[in-house]
């Protein structure tokens, strides 16, 4: 089966806190997997895909095949983070199935 | 350009009517996606045209056409809806299908009445 899991529905923090949203897989191929964020009002957007391991906007996250996750971590969190946050997976013929998303509040 | 745009940005329509939602992208993009996004949900792939040619078609039933008149251009034609299928609309292109990242557009809010 290929399943993204969310299990977060909401995480909310304060500011400067750290955070990590959780996403689990399922797939038998070889994972590509994807975070994207929606700000209110604004697109989807590209956060970050394992493939880069690169880090934006203070965020990473690392793919552990061994426990099938790719968690998001950011080190304190902002304001501005505020968002909702998609997991996805990257199939065969390059479809994209998206976890149930993690919303995500920063308070002051 | 480094944008995909979609018209209308919002659409109401009757179960009897046909409207048409559009979507554009100028970055040379050769795979097109529709994917619909209902409230708090997460997208869910309709279509996918890869080369101006449909290659993913997700079991959409048949009052949803796409259309790929070039490159550039992807519609999406609705006819005979029902309220159920409110929902946003969203617009997707890649470099090739299947190996590179998505660009998503702002989507079309269509409310069905």
């Known amino acids: 089966a290929q399943r993204v899991t969310q299990p977060e529905k909401l995480l909310s923090v304060f500011k400067g806190a750290p955070v990590e949203l959780k996403c689990n897989y399922s797939?038998?191929?070889?994972?590509?997997l994807f975070w994207y964020v929606q700000y209110s009002r604004q697109r989807l957007q590209l956060l970050l895909r394992?493939?880069s391991r690169e880090s934006i906007k203070g965020f990473t996250a690392d793919l552990n095949k061994g426990e099938t996750s790719f968690h998001l971590k950011k080190p304190f969190a902002q304001e501005e983070d505020s968002a909702m946050y998609y997991c996805?997976?990257?199939?065969?013929?390059?479809?994209?199935?998206f976890g149930q998303g993690t919303e995500l509040s920063v308070k002051p | 350009d480094t944008e995909v745009t979609q018209t209308p940005k919002h659409l109401v329509m009757g179960m009897t009517n046909k409207k048409s939602l559009k979507c554009e992208q100028h970055?040379?993009?050769?795979?097109m996606y529709w994917y619909k996004q209902k409230a708090k949900k997460p997208p869910e792939l309709m279509f996918v045209?890869?080369?101006?040619?449909?290659?993913i078609n997700e079991s959409v039933p048949s009052r949803f056409s796409p259309e790929c008149p070039n490159s550039s251009l992807l519609n999406l034609h609705l006819h005979a809806l029902q309220p159920e299928d409110s929902a946003l609309y969203l617009c997707?292109?890649?470099?090739?299908?299947?190996?590179?990242?998505?660009?998503f557009g702002p989507g079309t809010r269509l409310t069905v009445l």
């Open positions: 997707a292109s890649s470099q090739v299908q299947g190996t590179d990242t998505q660009y």
């Open positions: 797939y038998s191929g070889s994972p590509e």
């Open positions: 394992h493939i």
């Open positions: 996805a997976l990257r199939v065969q013929g390059g479809k994209l199935i």
């Open positions: 970055m040379g993009h050769r795979a």
């Open positions: 045209y890869s080369y101006e040619k449909l290659s």
